[in-house]
T-cell receptor
Framework: GAVVSQHPSRVICKSGTSVKIECRSLDFQATTMFWYRQFPKQSLMLMATSNEGSKATYEQGVEKDKFLINHASLTLSTLTVTSAHPEDSSFYIC???????????FGSGTQLSVL | AQSVAQPEDQVNVAEGNPLTVKCTYSVSGNPYLFWYVQYPNRGLQFLLKYITGDNLVKGSYGFEAEFNKSQTSFHLKKPSALVSDSALYFCAAGNTGGFKTIFGAGTRLFVKA
């Protein structure tokens, strides 16, 4: 199946710094990628839909200035957590599909810990 | 290694019939388990989860799932399928000691009128 690579898998940062998470589709072009956030023992929460060459679509309640999404190419979307705070500590995961009616493939996730 | 298996790539069922989408897992420690649904060009939508408690978990849209520890399974069920249930379904697992969620490969459900 298609491969989605997410990097880094784990990051620890100081409060106030920014962290960038990359999501790459390795063997297919993804015009759309999705970013999710997950708290312990909770379900994934869709944060935003990332569209290549255009602005991301954010879900209600997600701060677009806090969570910057850039989808500069058909194989790369990035999520930047700006001015991170401890409450931003969470598990972030991306997903992409090869076509509108095709299955989603998931990155391996990024565990962010903000000290 | 931790894993989630959805043995069926596709499930076909007639409208009004019961449906089952299978999922088995292998995680260390006590598992927490989820089912999600994907509609075309949409992100995942949460259906239900099991953390602790009753083995039968009820979720959105009339779906339910049964946690079976001895068989390490968490099959998704619905007593009477609707055409609108046709979608992709993903099972996911994590353990209470860790954080990472692992997804199954997904099962496409077709409900025929």
């Amino acid at each position: 199946g298609a491969v989605v690579s997410q990097h880094p898998s784990r990051v620890i940062c100081k409060s106030g710094t920014s962290v960038k998470i990359e999501c790459r589709s390795l063997d297919f072009q993804a015009t759309t990628m999705f970013w999710y956030r997950q708290f312990p023992k909770q379900s994934l929460m869709l944060m935003a839909t990332s569209n290549e060459g255009s602005k991301a679509t954010y879900e209600q309640g997600v701060e677009k200035d806090k969570f910057l999404i850039n989808h500069a190419s058909l194989t790369l979307s990035t999520l930047t957590v700006t001015s991170a705070h401890p409450e931003d500590s969470s598990f972030y995961i991306c997903s992409a599909h090869t076509g509108v009616n095709e299955k989603l493939f998931f990155g391996s996730g990024t565990q962010l810990s903000v000290l | 290694a931790q894993s989630v298996a959805q043995p069926e790539d596709q499930v076909n069922v007639a409208e009004g019939n019961p449906l089952t989408v299978k999922c088995t897992y292998s995680v260390s420690g006590n598992p927490y388990l989820f089912w999600y649904v994907q509609y075309p060009n949409r992100g995942l939508q949460f259906l239900l989860k099991y953390i602790t408690g009753d083995n039968l978990v009820k979720g959105s849209y009339g779906f339910e799932a049964e946690f079976n520890k001895s068989q390490t399974s968490f099959h998704l069920k619905k007593p009477s399928a609707l055409v609108s249930d046709s979608a992709l379904y993903f099972c996911a697992a994590g353990n209470t000691g860790g954080f990472k969620t692992i997804f199954g490969a997904g099962t496409r459900l077709f409900v025929k009128a």
